[in-house]
DNA sequence: ATGTCTGCAAATCCTTTGCATTTTA
DNA sequence: TAAAATGCAAAGGATTTGCAGACAT
């Protein structure tokens, strides 16, 4: 995948991790400072992840594992705790997919979606236009993209403070 | 909601369909021309969704309609024909929930989702820092984007050539 | 040792499908 | 009236839950 090809800039440059303690002690390390436990299913689900560095459905990431790793149920059970200590992130796609990819330092970036096969890649970029002129130059065809904002409207802000003033932190 | 609020620029004018023929008309127009029939639950289900003008979900889309006016089955089959069609476009937001909107000219635009309460608004506006900033003067907390672009990547623009010249259309 | 995690099985939820009946053109 | 669309019921697939046993601390 490009996100991993050495030094291809805009496109990610696939070292992401090479600071000081390895990704895998990083997203352990989160794990015991959030009194959780360092269990086999656990470590070898985050190494897939980290291995990937891109987004994978549960499927995907239950098929990287050893073949008896651990029961797919249990790859949800982690990636739902993951995502709550904000070890993963879950971005969901024009065709519905819900997929989950390593988070260790929130750095902000795009993704590209390919139409025909749904593989997706990291991209670390400016925005849209000269981006998809970059695309289409690397041999993407029909290139689109999609924006989307979020954030808590004002009635809930005001609902919010008439209640619990510490009540809209990570909602649905 | 804010987008049908007149004349409150750069948020959507609520005025989109104020051109020659009425909305359900057009609607009713595709329909016919593609050799669709234009049957009671199909007219309520289109008017429902003019009627919002916003992203919307189809459980929210049959509470919409007359308690009997038509099965929630009829209105998933109704939706995948309108947006075979092209005249509902599916919405994914970060929630993973799919939802449908209206789409009788191809307007681009974007939305802003309220990350408590999960309301759905159309924005009309340039792109991500000035739109962040005037949510943020709108009242809106915690702004933040989401950018995905798509396209067909090259494996598979070789593929689709190698193949059958005219495979990649609008794939998953 | 003990409270947390996991595996397995079964429940649940959302969406799709099959087929007889109704509706549109 | 003939083809297309709908309603109902039931199937299907993905995700969640309950609980006994296994495992980290």
Chains 1, 2 share one sequence.
Do not use: W
Request: aromatic residues 6%.
């Amino acid at each position: 995948m490009i996100a991993s090809t050495p030094s291809s800039h805009p496109l990610g440059s696939g070292k992401e991790f090479s600071r000081s303690a390895s990704p895998i002690d990083l997203a352990c390390a989160r794990l015991k400072s959030a009194g959780l436990r360092i269990t086999q299913p656990r470590v070898a689900i985050l190494e897939a992840l980290i291995r990937r560095n891109a987004p994978a459905s549960i499927e995907q990431l239950h098929r990287d594992l050893a073949s008896d790793a651990c029961d797919l149920v249990t790859v949800y059970r982690c990636l739902a705790v993951f995502e709550e200590l904000g070890l993963v992130r879950r971005c969901f796609f024009h065709n519905g997919a819900g997929l989950y990819e390593i988070n260790l330092d929130d750095s902000h970036h795009y993704h590209i979606v390919c139409k025909s096969c749904g593989k997706v890649e990291r991209i670390d970029a400016a925005l849209t236009d000269p981006t998809e002129r970059m695309l289409r130059e690397r041999g993407y065809d029909q290139v689109t993209h999609l924006v989307e904002f979020f954030g808590v409207c004002p009635d809930c802000r005001k609902k919010a403070t008439e209640s619990s003033p510490a009540a809209v932190i990570s909602a649905p």
